[in-house]
């Protein structure tokens, strides 16, 4: 496959590049800064890999990053302050993939998945998931899956990680959940940024069909 990952150079965005092109896929790596990654994954490291300058925001930008492109994938993180130019840059996302027809897994937030305990209740309304500190961004990701949800398309799916999303070990395991924040065997509600990336390249490449996945540590 040819995948464009949009945000290529974030935690969640290099760790889906290295994923998808260790797996043998053709990698369009965009991002505003391609010389600045948080895992050191580089077009030099990577062969499969062809890094461009994109800016999301530049329909031009976009539909240069989608060509060909069999799926795509937005891992974009909303800055404090700035929920409407992100929902802005989700939208564009959104339209371009729909232009170039390419499956679009958007790398969204836990905000807007269902409480365990609650199942009435939204993980960003839970204090016992989101901190105070983290409730603005919870609250964008529940924005963000409403513009998708609004948007005239339906080649979307959206990927919520668990509550604990962290660097750690690629363990090749993990449980697949659709609209309710998931616990593994220990009760935690966790994942290593390295089996996310695993489990976002394997929804990409055998969709499950369903609109909102989340997953989480077995």
């Avoid at 974030?10 to 590049?17: A, D, F, L, T």
């Avoid at 994938?73 to 993939?97: K, M, W």
């Avoid at 994942?191 to 909102?212: K, Q």
Wanted: with cysteine; net charge negative.
């Amino acid at each position: 496959m040819k995948i464009t990952v949009i945000g290529a150079t974030g935690m969640v965005g290099s760790r889906i590049v290295a994923e998808a092109a260790d797996r043998g896929h053709d990698i369009i790596a965009a991002s505003r800064h391609p010389n600045s990654t948080s895992a050191g994954l580089t077009a030099a490291t990577r062969p499969r890999v062809q890094s461009i300058t994109v800016d999301a925001h530049i329909a031009s930008d976009l539909d240069k990053a989608l060509t060909e492109a069999d799926a795509a994938v937005l891992t974009v993180r909303a800055a404090p302050g700035r929920t409407t130019q992100f929902l802005t840059l989700t939208e564009a996302v959104l339209t371009a993939s729909a232009r170039a027809q390419a499956p679009l897994l958007i790398i969204g937030g836990a905000g807007p998945l269902h409480s365990p305990n609650d199942p009435k209740l939204l993980v960003v309304d839970d204090s016992e998931f989101v901190a105070d500190e983290w409730k603005e961004l919870a609250a964008t990701s529940v924005a963000q899956l409403e513009v998708c949800r609004n948007h005239a398309g339906n080649h979307w799916t959206y990927l919520s990680p668990p509550a604990i999303l962290e660097p750690g070990d690629r363990l090749g395991d993990y449980q697949r959940g659709t609209t309710t924040l998931l616990l593994g065997r220990d009760g935690r509600s966790r994942i290593s940024v390295e089996d996310f990336a695993a489990a976002a390249v394997d929804e990409l490449v055998t969709p499950g069909g369903d609109r909102h996945i989340t997953v989480v540590d077995t």
